[in-house]
C-alpha cells in the first residue's frame, strides 16, 4: 500500500511538471514519418520530395530548448512564379532558442537579413527585407540576382530597403512563402492568399489553398513560432487588452505609410541620399523606410515599434511579451509583418552543429484531450466542387495534431479515408471514381469527432 502511495505520488509529480513545461518546449510541431510535397507550374499534382516535415527532435536544458527540423512544411510549397529557379530542400538543422528570454535595456538590435526566427513547423522567419535596396549613388536598384551589389556588400543596410512582401509577391507560393537558395521561408502572416478576405495573388487558383493555419477572427491566433530573441509570435488575432480581457480582435501594427511624394528623408527627420519618387513603379510601400510609426496610446490592439506587446495569451496566462503576424481588416499582410525593424529581447538564439550540454528529449503527450479541443462544425469547411471532381476539406482552426478523415456512403460503407497532417489546412477526397448520391465525411481524432452529410451530384 505504501509503494503504491509513493507510485500515485510521483506520476502526480511528473504529471504537474509536464503541464507546466514551457510552450517553447512543448509548442513544436514534430514528425518523423510524413514527407513533404512541392509544386511545379503548371501542374496542379504535388510531388513528393522524400523530406520529413516539420521538425524531427525536441530537446532542452535547464535554460535552452534545441530544435532538429528540415525547414520544411507539411503543406506544399512551390511553385514560384517570379523565376526564381531554386525550390526548398532540407536544412538539417538545429536551432537553439533561450527559455527565458530578457528584455534588451541597451542598443536595439536590428533585424537582418536570412533568418530571424523559426515557425513551430521548423520553416524559417525572415524580417520585410529581400537584399535588394536604392543605390543612391547611382539612382538605381542594387543588390539581388543579376544586379550590382549594394554599397558595403551583402546584408548592409542602406537608405532605402525594398520590402519583400511588396515587390515580390509574384514569387510566392499559395501559402505566401519562397526560397532563398534551398530555405523556404515565410516573410509574413503564412496563410494561404486564397484564404485572405481580399485576394491579392491568383496563384492559390491552380494550387492547394493550404498554409500553417488559417485567420479566424472568432478565436485567439495560434503560436506560430519564436523569434530569435526566444519571445513568441502569434498571429493576426489576440485579446483586445494586454490582460487577456476584452474579446478577441485583430491585433494591429504601430506602422502606417508616410505623407511623402519624395524620398528625402526618414520618419524621424534625418536627411539621407534621395531615393527615387513615389510612382507606379517605385509606389509608396515599396521600400521599409516608406512607413514611420505611430503611437496608440489608448487602444491596446496596437503593437509597439518592435511589432509586439507584452500581454496574456492562451499558453502564457501570466503574460509575456509576443510578436504579432500583423494583418488589415482584409487580411492583407501589414508591414512590418512578423518581428521588427527591431528585436524586443537580448538575440541569444542561434543556429548551431551539435548540443553541447546534457539535455532531455520532449516526447509530445499524444494520451490526453488538449487545448484544442474545442473543436465545432464551424471549425472545418467542406466544398464540393463536382467541376473539379473533388471534394475538399478547409480547417479554419490550427491543426495541432493529425486528423482523420473518412468518405462513407449512404449505406455505411468506408470509401475513402485521408488526413489533415499537423501543420496543415487543407485536405481532399478526388470524386471521379464515385457514383452521384449522398455521402458523410467523418472528421476525428481524439479531441473532435464530427460528420457532414453531403449530396455529390454528376
Not at 513560432?225 to 504601430?254: C, L
Not at 509606389?283 to 505611430?294: I, M, Q
Not at 466542387?385 to 493529425?402: C, D, G, M, R, W
Request: charge should be neutral; include cysteine; hydrophobic fraction near 35%.
Amino acid at each position: 500500500m505504501f509503494k503504491q502511495i509513493i507510485l500515485l505520488s510521483l506520476l502526480f509529480i511528473s504529471h504537474i511538471a509536464f503541464s507546466q513545461l514551457n510552450p517553447a518546449i512543448t509548442k513544436w510541431l514534430q514528425n518523423t514519418t510524413v514527407t513533404g510535397n512541392y509544386y511545379v507550374s503548371g501542374n496542379s499534382t504535388a510531388i513528393s520530395n522524400g523530406i520529413l516535415v516539420n521538425c524531427q527532435e525536441v530537446s532542452y536544458s535547464a535554460n535552452s530548448v534545441y530544435v532538429k527540423t528540415n525547414g520544411i512544411p507539411a503543406y506544399a510549397v512551390g511553385p514560384y512564379l517570379d523565376g526564381n529557379p531554386n525550390q526548398a530542400g532540407s536544412q538539417n538543422a538545429i536551432f537553439k532558442f533561450p527559455l527565458n528570454p530578457s528584455k534588451n535595456t541597451g542598443a536595439l538590435t536590428a533585424t537582418s537579413g536570412g533568418n530571424i526566427g523559426v515557425f513551430i513547423n521548423g520553416v524559417a522567419m525572415f524580417d520585410y527585407r529581400d537584399g535588394v535596396a536604392w543605390n543612391t549613388s547611382t539612382n538605381s536598384l542594387c543588390g539581388g540576382p543579376g544586379r550590382t551589389p549594394c554599397p558595403g556588400g551583402m546584408g548592409a543596410t542602406q537608405a532605402w530597403n525594398r520590402d519583400a512582401v511588396i515587390a515580390e509577391r509574384a514569387g510566392f507560393d499559395c501559402a505566401k512563402g519562397h526560397p532563398a537558395g534551398t530555405n523556404y521561408h515565410h516573410h509574413q502572416n503564412p496563410s494561404a492568399f486564397k484564404l485572405d478576405l481580399n485576394v491579392v495573388s491568383n496563384i492559390c487558383n491552380l494550387y492547394d489553398a493550404d498554409g500553417l493555419y488559417t485567420i479566424n477572427s472568432a478565436q485567439h491566433s495560434p503560436l506560430i513560432g519564436f523569434a530569435y530573441d526566444g519571445y513568441p509570435v502569434y498571429g493576426a488575432y489576440g485579446y483586445a487588452n494586454n490582460d487577456g480581457t476584452g474579446g478577441i480582435t485583430r491585433i494591429k501594427s504601430g506602422y502606417q505609410l508616410r505623407n511623402i511624394t519624395v524620398r528625402t528623408h526618414h520618419a524621424n527627420g534625418t536627411d539621407v541620399g534621395d531615393g527615387p519618387v513615389v510612382n507606379n513603379t517605385y509606389p509608396l510601400g515599396y521600400f521599409r523606410e516608406d512607413y514611420e510609426w505611430v503611437s496608440h496610446p489608448n487602444d491596446q490592439s496596437y503593437l509597439d515599434v518592435h511589432n509586439g506587446r507584452f500581454c496574456v495569451t492562451p499558453e502564457y496566462p501570466n503574460g509575456i511579451y509576443c510578436y504579432f503576424a500583423t494583418v488589415d481588416e482584409k487580411h492583407n499582410s501589414t508591414y512590418p509583418y512578423l518581428v521588427g525593424p527591431t528585436y524586443y529581447g537580448n538575440v541569444i538564439a542561434s543556429k548551431v552543429t551539435n548540443i553541447n550540454e546534457s539535455v532531455t528529449k520532449y516526447t509530445p503527450n499524444t494520451t490526453s484531450i488538449g487545448e484544442q479541443g474545442n473543436f465545432n462544425k464551424s471549425n472545418f469547411k467542406v466544398i464540393v466542387n463536382s467541376t473539379a471532381e473533388l471534394i475538399a476539406i478547409q480547417a479554419t482552426h490550427f491543426i495541432e495534431k493529425e486528423v482523420n478523415l473518412e468518405l462513407i456512403d449512404i449505406h455505411g460503407h468506408l470509401i475513402k479515408t485521408n488526413k489533415i497532417h499537423q501543420g496543415q489546412t487543407l485536405s481532399y477526397f478526388p470524386t471521379e471514381d464515385l457514383y452521384a448520391g449522398t455521402y458523410i465525411l467523418k472528421i476525428f481524432n481524439r479531441e473532435v469527432n464530427e460528420s457532414h452529410k453531403f449530396i455529390l451530384t454528376k
